[in-house]
């Protein structure tokens, strides 16, 4: 059966800090590993990975993919208050088009 | 655009009754998902569709939940009869092929 596990479940840190979220998966015929922030309303998307080893940022976020290892890392560097949210790892295969989530880390940024 | 549109927002309602929750999806969008999200166990894939087609339903928890779709730009998603153990935030997603999802703002459920 297809799993997605993130880690850690809960973390709390201080503005400035770099902080680094992990995403495990399990899913046959891999397609694409997504990562999605939640605030208080719905997930918005922030980065698709497909390919191992390409980095995706944006701002002061990023994220890579390793296929062969079946992770995935999401960096937040310079955390924020506006950080703060559930960061969710989603994962699809070819065999299914569904997005499997994990169960989310909560960041929480204190001033 | 809109967006993704769910609704109702909130609903409170009491155990046995029946409860629907609708979804329009973004126009033009293939795809359709049906999340349930709770603080015990996250984000859970309930049902989704292709084409207005439902393609997996592994997800739905029990017969109580039935999901619908009888156009590209409307679906149901009903339990009947609610079970307080059914109260959580349930999420509508489109999407115009794989990969990202657009969200809706979610019905959040209460049964009391």
């Known amino acids: 059966e297809d799993k997605v596990v993130q880690s850690p479940l809960s973390l709390v840190v201080h503005e400035g800090d770099t902080v680094t979220l992990n995403c495990s998966y399990e899913?046959?015929?891999?397609?694409?590993l997504l990562w999605y922030k939640q605030e208080k309303k719905a997930p918005t998307f922030l980065f698709m990975l497909t390919s191992s080893g390409i980095e995706k940022k944006s701002g002061r976020l990023s994220s890579i993919l390793d296929k062969k290892e079946l992770f995935s890392i999401l960096n937040i560097t310079a955390t924020q208050t506006g950080d703060s949210a559930i960061y969710l790892c989603a994962v699809e295969g070819y065999n299914n088009n569904d997005m499997r989530f994990g169960a989310g880390t909560r960041l929480t940024v204190k001033p | 655009d809109a967006g993704v549109i769910q609704s109702p927002r909130h609903e409170v309602t009491e155990m046995g009754q029946e409860v629907t929750l609708r979804c329009k999806p973004i126009?033009?969008?293939?795809?359709l998902f049906w999340y349930r999200q709770t603080m015990m166990r996250g984000l859970e894939l309930l049902i989704y569709f292709n084409n207005n087609v439902p393609i997996d339903d592994s997800g739905m928890p029990e017969d109580r939940f039935s999901a619908k779709m009888p156009n590209a730009s409307f679906s149901t998603l009903k339990i009947q009869p609610s079970e307080p153990r059914d109260s959580a935030v349930y999420f509508c997603a489109s999407s115009p092929h794989t990969g990202e999802l657009f969200f809706g703002e979610g019905s959040r459920l209460t049964v009391l």
């Open positions: 126009s033009g969008h293939d795809y």
């Open positions: 899913v046959t015929n891999f397609r694409s």
